[in-house]
C-alpha cells in the first residue's frame, strides 16, 4: 500500500451501506402515515384513519443499514482503540477529528431515523365526542426523516474521511529507534 489509501471493498461497503439508509430515509419521508378524522355514527365517536405503515418499516431499514456501516467500519479500524497504534503527525490528529465528527453526525442520524419510526408508528386511538372539537390525528412532522438522510449523508462523508487518515496514519513509519550499538553519545569517561 504505497499511499496507504485503505481497503477499496471496506470504502465501497461502507458507502453503499450509507447510500441504502439514505434511499430508505428519503423513501420513509415520501411515504409518512397521513390521519384524517372518521366520524363512527353508531357509537357517537371520532377516530382516526391512517393510509399507510410502510414509513415506519422504512425508518427501521434506514437505521439498520446505518448502524451496520457504522458497525463494519468501526469492525475494521478496531474504533481506533485497539490494534496499531497511530504514528503522531496529521494523519492522527485528522483520523481523530473525523472519528469523533463521525461519531456524532452517526449518533444525531440514528435517534432521527429511529425517533421518526417510532412517532410514524403511533396512532391516535378513538375519543369520546366530548373531546371532537380539540381532536386532531396524531402524524409525524414533515423533515424528522430528512434530517435523518442529511445526518447519513455528513457519517458517510465523515467515515469516509476517518477511514482515508486512519490507514495512513497506521501505514506510516513511526520514529526510527536509535541503535544503541552505534549510539552518537559517548557513555564513557576520558581515560
Known amino acids: 500500500m504505497g499511499e496507504a489509501k485503505g481497503s477499496t471493498l471496506v470504502h465501497l461497503l461502507v458507502v453503499v451501506l450509507c447510500l441504502v439508509a439514505f434511499g430508505f430515509a428519503i423513501a420513509a419521508e415520501r411515504r409518512r ?5 372518521e366520524k363512527d355514527n353508531r357509537t357517537d365517536s371520532s377516530y382516526c384513519v391512517y ?7 422504512y425508518g427501521v431499514g434506514a437505521f439498520l443499514f446505518l448502524l451496520s456501516g457504522e458497525s463494519l467500519l468501526m469492525g475494521v479500524t478496531k474504533c481506533m482503540c485497539f490494534g496499531r497504534p497511530l504514528a503522531p503527525g496529521g494523519n ?3 483520523s481523530i477529528i473525523y472519528f469523533v465528527s463521525s461519531w456524532l453526525t ?5 435517534a432521527c431515523l429511529i425517533a421518526g419510526a417510532t412517532k410514524n408508528a403511533y396512532h391516535t386511538k378513538y375519543r369520546s365526542v366530548l ?8 402524524m409525524l412532522r414533515k423533515g424528522v426523516f430528512i434530517a435523518g438522510a442529511v445526518f447519513v449523508v455528513a457519517t ?8 482515508m487518515y486512519f490507514t495512513k496514519a497506521t501505514t506510516t513509519e513511526l520514529a526510527h529507534k536509535t541503535n544503541r550499538a552505534s549510539s552518537t553519545v559517548g557513555m564513557a569517561g576520558y581515560a
Open 51 to 57: 393510509n399507510s405503515d410502510v414509513a415506519t418499516g
Open 33 to 37: 402515515s397521513v390521519g384524517h378524522i
Open 131 to 138: 373531546y371532537a372539537d380539540n381532536f386532531s390525528c396524531e
Open 92 to 94: 492522527r490528529a485528522w
Open 156 to 163: 458517510m462523508i465523515l467515515n469516509v474521511y476517518y477511514y
Open 106 to 110: 452517526f449518533l444525531v442520524a440514528e
